[in-house]
């Protein structure tokens, strides 16, 4: 008789821009877009830290409609706009072990 192995659950994804103030995330990914233009915000984004495993939140947002976002990520804070921060995947919560600042 086999004994089937647990099957670890896929975390769940949101996009950055979706995320509320406040709340730690962690980076899953980078969109890529099709375009010259979305692979080299991509490529920005990624550089300048955005990548898997990274703890973010955001710390403001802007009024009317949440723009800009002031997005911490480690021990800096960028300003993205709304469309920058929703090419980046993040699951809700900090891994174990994950520093933030």
């Known amino acids: 008789m086999t004994i089937p192995l647990p ?4 975390p769940v994804s949101i996009r950055l821009d979706e995320l509320p103030n406040h709340q730690w995330a962690t980076v899953l ?13 991509a490529l920005r984004l990624t550089e300048i830290g955005f990548v898997p495993g990274e703890a973010v939140r955001i710390v403001a947002s802007g009024l ?3 723009e800009p976002l002031a997005v911490r990520l480690g021990h800096t804070t960028f300003a993205l706009r709304r469309h920058e921060a929703a090419l980046i995947h993040v699951a ?3 891994p174990e072990g994950a520093s933030h600042g």
């Not at 099957?7 to 896929?10: E, F, G």
């Not at 969109?31 to 233009?37: G, L, N, Q, W, Y």
């Open 64 to 66: 009317p409609g949440r």
């Open 7 to 10: 099957v670890a659950a896929a």
């Open 92 to 94: 809700p919560g900090v």
């Open 29 to 41: 990914d980078v969109a890529r877009s099709a375009d010259a233009e979305g692979q080299e915000l």
